[in-house]
């Protein structure tokens, strides 16, 4: 199919430098736009260096939301495909350590079904045999095809097949206003953090992809954008005590994920409200709650040695004023027209998903901004293998 604007002569900024600015940038420069990317620090500095680097098979949202549980599924069998360095090949097991909990598995396995997520279901001696460290008074476990990604390589293989298509990507570029013609953005200003100069960039588009400073990208253009910036804590502790990810079978709570990652243990998360995505001071309340979580897992997590505890920003989809507002918003993302939703033309946002489903994310956006300049390219990233994430680095050093 021909492209029916002139697609190559539009211009589009990305901003942030996550994943989800890595899969938007690799999808607009596969469907032939012209596209520049600006990130005020290193890239995938954000949430998406910072993860747990749990590849979602679907399962932890499916009872609660099977759209988001089958998207994430579909996502896994994608990824797998086309970045398989990123991904390990284990799986994750929702455990029943408590009579409520085995009572879950039918709720859990008929969502999973209706999803197209496969389950198994392993008895104790099953389970004990292949994960001897989990805590012996388990009664059974459902495999999912959950997986331990690699929150670093994953957006690398992206961001290596923007750059191959000719995509800019500036780091330490921090965008400091907009440039208005009218209610029209045109450009934007970015300053280079390293030499301290500013200097404006003319485009046709702008596209937020900055995650949880997406509310105050937004405001730079008084637009008022419903989002709930929910930072949450991740503890490591040295040693690999489990190679499968392992998850408490019921509703999808605190302390309930275990990562094995290369030679850590993750134990995550909690979750709070913040109106500053920059503050992610550690709460100590949450190491405790973490560890004790840990232990009831795997009880020799309290022999392991204490590695990090760290914080990142959900960029959920959505306002709210509580905690309990917060941890009902949905984990599905949302793409917005502000120049049809604010009156404000020439921007973009994205809010919410997750790191698993950064390639869907990096679609759906593109399609709006197809849709907009009458271009009619259909998107080719589920099915072209991505180069490998050390490619990036053969084109030498950012500009
Ligand atoms: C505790 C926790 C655990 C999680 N675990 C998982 C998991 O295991 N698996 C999973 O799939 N998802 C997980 N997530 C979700 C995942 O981390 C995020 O959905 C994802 O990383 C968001 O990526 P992003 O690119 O949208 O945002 P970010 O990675 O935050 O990127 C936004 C970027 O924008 C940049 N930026 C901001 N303002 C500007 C500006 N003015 N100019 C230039 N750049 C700017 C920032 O520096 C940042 O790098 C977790 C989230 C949390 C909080």
Redesign the pocket.
């Known amino acids: 199919m021909q492209p029916m604007g002139n697609v190559s002569d539009t211009h589009v900024v990305v ?7 890595a899969a938007i940038l690799y999808d607009l420069v596969q469907r032939g736009f012209k596209a520049t990317l ?4 290193e890239l ?5 260096g910072r ?4 590849l ?1 098979s679907g399962a932890r949202y499916v009872v609660k939301d099977r759209a988001v549980g089958r998207e994430c599924m579909n996502e896994v069998r994608i990824l797998k495909r086309i970045a398989p360095e990123a991904i390990e090949a284990n799986r994750g097991v929702f455990v029943a350590f408590t009579e409520e909990e085995e009572a879950y598995r039918e709720t859990f396995e008929e969502a999973c079904a209706e999803a197209d997520i496969p389950t198994q279901w392993l008895n104790a001696d099953e389970l004990l045999a292949m994960e001897p460290r989990l805590n012996p008074t388990l009664r059974g476990g459902v495999m999912v095809p959950d997986g331990t990604l690699d929150a670093y390589r994953l957006p690398m293989h992206f961001f290596a097949g923007a750059r191959q298509l000719g995509a800019v990507i500036r780091n330490f ?3 400091e206003s907009f440039v208005f013609e009218g209610r029209r953005i045109a450009g934007v200003t970015v300053r280079d953090l390293r030499t301290g100069t500013d200097e404006t960039v003319a485009c046709d588009l702008v596209i937020n ?5 997406a509310g ?2 937004a405001a730079m253009a008084d637009i008022d954008l419903p989002i709930t910036p929910a ?2 804590t ?1 503890l490591a502790h040295q040693g690999r005590l489990v190679n499968n990810i392992i998850e408490r079978l019921r509703p999808a709570s605190d302390g309930d994920i275990l990562v094995p990652q290369r030679g850590l243990s993750i134990i ?2 909690t979750q709070w409200q913040s109106d500053d995505p920059d503050d992610c001071t550690v709460p100590d309340k949450d190491v405790d709650f973490l560890t004790r979580a840990a232990i009831d897992m795997v009880p020799d997590f309290k022999d392991t040695k204490y590695h990090k505890a760290w ?5 959920l989809a959505g306002a709210s004023s509580t905690e309990e507002e917060g941890r009902e918003l949905s984990r599905d993302f949302d793409v917005r027209n502000h120049g049809t939703l604010d009156g404000v033309e020439g921007m973009l946002s994205l809010t919410g ?4 489903t950064l390639r869907i994310m990096g679609e759906k956006t593109v399609d709006v901004v197809c849709g907009m300049f009458d271009v009619e390219v259909p998107c080719r990233t589920a099915d072209e293998p991505l180069p490998n994430y050390r490619q990036f680095f053969r084109h030498g050093v950012l500009v």
């Not at 901003?15 to 600015?21: F, L, R, W």
């Not at 600006?38 to 620090?41: A, D, H």
């Not at 914080?311 to 960029?315: D, F, N, S, T, Y």
């Not at 998903?353 to 698993?356: E, F």
């Open positions: 901003v942030g430098g996550g994943g989800t600015g600006f990130e005020r620090g995938t500095c954000g949430s998406t993860h747990h680097g749990l979602h570029a921090r965008v992809a900055t995650g949880g400073w105050k990208l930072p949450g991740m995550g998360s914080a990142a920003v959900r960029p998903g997750k790191a698993t």
